[in-house]
């Protein structure tokens, strides 16, 4: 398990949060007043549909504790991101009838409204001590019919306050939100739909290209006191390098729905060999493994094969099933051992550390160089 220290959660840890509840007690100061209640689930969203984090809504869940992982997902919409963090949460509606699951996934009612269920990040935490953040889909229609204006323009202020056509500021959300998992996460997991659509992995390849200027979220720069003021470019590089070279998750690739032919031993070989050729000059791969002359190479990227969910009265042949992959998946995920942090940091220091590395992320030059390069190519209506 991928932790950043040795401290164990006290005793008096907060409740875990398991479901969207319709009403909790919070106390944004983190102290001992009286909380008070807040009257809607969406309250709790660490990002918002409004493109702003809100650090103090999940700051009443988490401890002092220093022993924890962070999981996130990201993925385009429909793809299973939700169920996947169900199981890793260890939720069981067999065994849990009439309780609702840690992540709300697809209905009949949202997939025949082409509604997406995740807005911005919804975390969740378990008794372990393993946060789990679940993303917005990237690459869905349905986001892009919410931020787009009459004229074209979005709605939601993607780069500090510029004003962007719809469809670019769509693209650049999908960027930051993996850009910024990828920044405060121990571990990624990035889902695709079918063995064949890669649009995910140039993405986390993009994310590779722009992740530039960010520290991790146990940074000495961002817990100072005067790191309100992040300052520049140039002067978050400077402290960067005082803490160490930057910071990246380790990702695990999974891929959904997929049909028997699709999910043979042997042709997992050749795509594992695809994604690892793929990334092989990228900072994700940058994790070593020991050789058995005892040299060191690039560790593997994780990959994953989900099949289709089938009918019990399904006759064909299935090398795996699609619960027996999601309990591997969860086993594995959870058995991995992913960088650590620079320094040991708290779960509280984490997450208020986070909301500072995500205006950093909004107001990144080099993505905003990227958007301006997307702008002149004529690909996105100005």
Known sequence: ??????????????????????????????????????????????????????????????????????IGVIGPPGVGKSTIMNQIYGFDSTTSPGMLPPFAIESLETKSMAKHCTVGIEPR??????????????????????IIRSDGSSTVSVLGSESLPAELAHELMSIQLAVFLASICHIVLVVSEGVHDNNMWRLMATVDLLKHNLPDPSSLSLSHPQSSNLGSDKEMKDKIQEVGEEYMASLVFVHTKLHEQDIAPDYLVQVKKSLNHYFCSTSFNKQKSISLDGG???????????????????????????????????????SMSGPSFSRTVSERDWLKNSGKIWELVKNSSTISDYCRTLQSSGLFRR
């Open 125 to 146: 935490i378990t008794s372990e001590r393993i946060i789990l953040l679940d993303t917005q889909p990237v690459f869905s229609p349905s986001i892009l019919a919410d």
């Open 296 to 334: 060191s190479a690039p560790a593997p990227l994780g990959l994953f094969f989900i099949p289709r969910k089938l009918n019990s009265d399904h006759q064909g042949i299935q090398y795996e099933s699609y619960y027996s992959s999601l309990w591997k998946l969860r086993d594995q995920v959870l």
């Open 1 to 70: 398990m991928a932790g950043t220290g040795g401290g164990t959660a006290p005793s008096n840890a907060p409740k875990i949060l398991l479901a969207k509840p319709a009403l909790v007690k919070y106390n944004p100061a983190g102290d001992d007043s009286s909380p008070s209640l807040l009257p809607s689930a969406a309250f709790l969203n660490l990002l918002s549909d409004s493109w702003d984090f809100h650090t103090d809504r999940f700051l009443p869940f988490l401890t002092d504790n220093t022993d924890f992982t962070v």
